[in-house]
């Protein structure tokens, strides 16, 4: 049945005469005599009975009309989401993050997302950057927030603001009420690690940062999630090197104290496949643009 023979009927049935229904319609009343001759053939009933100057329904008609008025409502509808989808008003996008991304400001670009597009459907899934590397290949997630400093050549990326590295140390330790110290002050004390299985730049930082202050860690530890580091030094299990952001997961027993002479920088970048040119998504990276602008972070991407 065809979508016009609907609402040739519907307005028809408004009006209760031809000449008004097909002047509404901007048709002549011959297209639209035919149109209800093919609606009522195609149905099997009779929907209108009509005299030189009046139209009634029937009570097929009256039963069909109410149908009628769902089905174009629906239709109206379904191009009304599709055109909002195109356009970036309406959808879903899943967004990988990282445990420590959640201090990294991540929260607050989705929440400046959801703020100017409510009808978007955002989904934050905590992953690994690894995880999410692979769940990016497969379609899994729309886009990620990686503890790494380049993607590999099929994603696209966005810098975000780096985090320096500073000591976390249980508020037991010596050295804890310290305004800043020297790395070497750490050389003896066991170290509680990022495991490198999980996310090897966060690791290779850390050891890159020890290796040039002539440390050789003992490790007591290998956590695989920076929370989980944190939540093991405040046990008394060792000591860590942790990004500055840390400091806002609020975990009790612990103390951040900064390292002298060390500017070795956690990278963190938002990663998406290659052109994926989705209007949800370049949405969601151009809110994330202006909010790294707004924060003086990084301007520009590759």
Request: aromatic residues 4%.
């Amino acid at each position: 049945m065809k979508t016009h023979l609907l609402r040739y009927f519907v307005v028809l049935a408004e009006e209760r005469h031809f000449g008004r229904a097909a002047q509404r319609l901007c048709i002549t009343q011959p297209p639209l005599s035919t149109a209800l001759k093919t609606l009522e053939e195609d149905l099997g009933v009779v929907l209108v009975e009509r005299d030189a100057k009046h139209v009634m329904l029937t009570p097929a008609g009256d039963a069909f009309l109410l149908e009628a008025r769902k089905v174009l409502a629906q239709m109206q509808r379904a191009a009304d989401v599709v055109r909002s989808v195109a356009q970036g008003a309406e959808g879903r996008l899943d967004v990988g993050i990282t445990g420590s991304m959640v201090y990294r400001n991540v929260p607050q670009y989705c929440n400046a997302f959801q703020l100017r597009r409510p009808q978007v459907e955002l989904c934050m899934h905590e992953m690994s950057t690894g995880e999410q590397l692979r769940a990016l290949a497969s379609g899994d997630i729309d886009v990620g927030f990686l503890n790494i400093g380049y993607p590999p050549d099929e994603l696209e990326l966005l810098p975000l603001e780096s985090e320096t590295l500073v000591a976390c140390l249980p508020q037991s330790h010596a050295l804890a009420g310290d305004a800043d110290l020297d790395l070497q002050q750490l050389a003896h004390e066991d170290f509680v690690m990022f495991a490198r299985d999980v996310s090897p730049a966060n690791y290779d930082n850390v050891i890159a940062c020890m290796h040039q202050a002539g440390i050789h860690p003992r490790t007591t530890h290998a956590a695989r999630q920076w929370l989980t580091v944190v939540a093991l030094v405040s046990t008394g299990c060792g000591v860590a090197l942790v990004p500055a952001c840390m400091e806002r997961a609020g975990i009790n027993g612990v103390r951040f104290v900064p390292l002298r002479g060390v500017r070795m920088q956690t990278p963190a970048i938002m990663a998406w496949r290659r052109n994926d040119d989705r209007a949800l998504l370049s949405a969601l990276i151009e809110t994330v643009r202006e909010c790294l602008t707004l924060t003086d972070g990084p301007r520009s991407g590759s």
